[in-house]
């Protein structure tokens, strides 16, 4: 069997030396597809904290439609109201 040390050691400084001459999106694919092949349930969980994060915070289209979905509830029961007023009912 023979000694891996010096190639392990070796390993090192090229990867770190790698790193640096590829930069911006090129590491991030890099690193990604390494977090891939090593941990492959880390992508699983990182896409069940993101649909989690996702379920809990709304975009602002989200709350644009609500707020104009509350705004036509609340229009549709003051004509309710004014109609039932104008029979001489209660609201």
């Not at 694919?29 to 492959?40: C, E, K, L, R, S």
């Not at 289209?61 to 007023?85: G, K, L, N, P, V």
Request: charged fraction near 30%; include cysteine.
């Amino acid at each position: 069997m023979t000694d891996r040390r010096p190639l392990r050691a070796a390993a090192l400084p090229v990867l770190l030396g790698a790193a640096l001459l590829l930069q911006g999106c090129v590491v991030g694919a890099v690193v990604g597809g390494t977090a891939a092949v090593v941990g492959g349930t880390a992508k699983a969980t990182g896409a069940v904290v993101g649909a989690g994060f996702d379920a809990v915070t709304t975009s602002d289209e989200e709350t644009r439609a609500r707020r104009e979905r509350e705004q036509r509830e609340y229009e549709r029961d003051q004509r309710r109201c004014e109609q039932r007023q104008r029979q001489g009912k209660a609201c």
